[in-house]
């Protein structure tokens, strides 16, 4: 009797299992699809500057436009493209479509703003980014200072000898680089300082934090500061509240994004946003930034 409980629960897992991986497949093909057919959209997530409140660029984010599912956010495709290499192609497609619509906002006498993509440690693994970058800024015709690259701090660290090199021929084509997510992945400050890289940012997860836990306002902190003495700036991402604006603020950090003053948008929407060049308001008690 034992023995036949068992089985069953042995098929009811073979068949859980068989149902996960036909998912998985399923998922695998469409994005394959999604590629090809223009399924995948990029939305803008503005960044502002905390010393003049106005948008300096947009993080370019992912997201699928799914024939029934609707729009599907990138955690849950980015992980499985990076498994079976799909991240290759999709990423040069995100970079090529941002920088051409940066272009198109240039061409349409908008405010000059940079517009930041991800790359994953898979694509740059795969290929040459750098001359892939190079080809698509020459293709679209955007201004080099007008592309910044986002690598997380665990894919930088995953080859950090070869992000070393590759940083230095960035820096050669006036490409900016931010490491993405940082405090989570473990830097080695050894190499930190080899790097030719712009920005850090601050991991939302401590800004999430900031105003209530003192060991993630810490971290914040000491992140800002090793941006500074190695003559980079700092980025906090998932700015919600104004006690998170104006803490961050006070503190010296450069630069932000979060909800407190807008998601990720439609390309339209966006450009309407720096069309009526709309700015980060700060209120009157919060201390100005005291750096020279
Ligand atoms: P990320 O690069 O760290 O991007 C920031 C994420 O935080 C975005 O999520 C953004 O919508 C979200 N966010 C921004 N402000 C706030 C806030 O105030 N509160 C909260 N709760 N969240 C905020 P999203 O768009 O879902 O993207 C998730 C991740 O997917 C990205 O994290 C990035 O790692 C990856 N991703 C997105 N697009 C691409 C892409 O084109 N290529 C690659 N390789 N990865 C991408
Ligand atoms: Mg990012
Ligand atoms: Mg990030
Ligand atoms: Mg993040």
Same mark, same amino acid.
């Given at each position: =009797? !034992?023995?036949? /409980? $068992? %089985?069953?629960?042995?098929?009811?897992? +073979?068949?859980?299992?068989? &149902? *996960?991986?036909?998912?998985?497949?399923?998922?695998?093909?469409?994005?394959?699809?999604?590629?090809?057919?223009?399924?995948?959209?990029?939305?803008?997530?503005?960044?502002?500057?905390?010393?003049?409140?106005?948008?300096?660029?947009?993080?370019?984010?992912?997201?699928?436009?799914?024939?029934?599912?609707?729009?599907?956010?990138?955690?849950?495709?980015?992980?499985?493209?990076?498994?079976?290499?799909?991240?290759?192609?999709?990423?040069?497609?995100?970079?090529?479509?941002?920088?051409?619509?940066? =272009? !198109?906002?240039? /061409? $349409? %006498?908008?405010?000059?703003?940079?517009? +930041?993509?991800?790359?994953? &440690? *898979?694509?740059?693994?795969?290929?040459?980014?750098?001359?892939?970058?190079?080809?698509?800024?020459?293709?679209?015709?955007?201004?080099?200072?007008?592309?910044?690259?986002?690598?997380?701090?665990?894919?930088?660290?995953?080859?950090?000898?070869?992000?070393?090199?590759?940083?230095?021929?960035?820096?050669?084509?006036?490409?900016?680089?931010?490491?993405?997510?940082?405090?989570?992945?473990?830097?080695?400050?050894?190499?930190?300082?080899?790097?030719?890289?712009?920005?850090?940012?601050?991991?939302?997860?401590?800004?999430?934090?900031?105003?209530?836990?003192?060991?993630?306002? +810490?971290?914040?902190?000491?992140?800002?500061?090793?941006?500074?003495?190695?003559?980079?700036?700092?980025?906090?991402?998932?700015?919600?509240?104004?006690?998170?604006?104006?803490?961050?603020?006070?503190?010296?950090?450069?630069?932000?994004?979060?909800?407190?003053?807008?998601?990720?948008?439609?390309?339209?929407?966006?450009?309407?946003?720096?069309?009526?060049?709309?700015?980060?308001?700060?209120?009157?008690?919060?201390?100005?930034?005291?750096?020279?």
């Amino acid at each position: =009797k !034992a023995k036949g /409980a $068992g %089985g069953d629960r042995f098929h009811f897992y +073979a068949a859980e299992m068989n &149902a *996960r991986s036909l998912e998985r497949l399923e998922l695998e093909n469409g994005l394959r699809r999604a590629i090809d057919n223009d399924e995948l959209v990029v939305h803008y997530q503005p960044l502002l500057s905390l010393r003049t409140g106005e948008i300096i660029g947009a993080e370019a984010l992912v997201r699928w436009q799914h024939p029934e599912r609707g729009l599907v956010m990138p955690g849950e495709f980015i992980p499985l493209a990076e498994e079976c290499g799909l991240i290759v192609p999709l990423g040069e497609w995100v970079l090529r479509n941002a920088c051409r619509q940066n =272009k !198109a906002w240039q /061409a $349409g %006498g908008l405010p000059t703003v940079k517009v +930041a993509v991800n790359l994953s &440690a *898979r694509q740059f693994a795969a290929q040459d980014i750098v001359l892939l970058a190079g080809s698509i800024l020459e293709e679209t015709g955007l201004p080099p200072a007008c592309l910044e690259l986002e690598l997380t701090e665990s894919a930088v660290m995953a080859d950090a000898e070869a992000f070393v090199h590759a940083t230095e021929r960035l820096k050669g084509l006036s490409i900016a680089l931010t490491i993405d997510d940082f405090g989570t992945g473990f830097s080695s400050l050894n190499y930190l300082k080899r790097f030719s890289v712009d920005r850090l940012k601050i991991d939302q997860s401590f800004v999430r934090d900031i105003i209530h836990d003192a060991n993630s306002a +810490a971290i914040a902190l000491a992140i800002i500061s090793l941006a500074h003495s190695l003559k980079m700036l700092a980025i906090a991402e998932g700015v919600e509240t104004e006690a998170q604006l104006n803490f961050l603020r006070a503190r010296d950090c450069d630069e932000m994004q979060g909800f407190y003053f807008s998601k990720a948008l439609p390309a339209a929407e966006f450009e309407a946003m720096l069309r009526q060049r709309r700015k980060l308001e700060f209120s009157s008690t919060s201390r100005l930034p005291q750096r020279t």
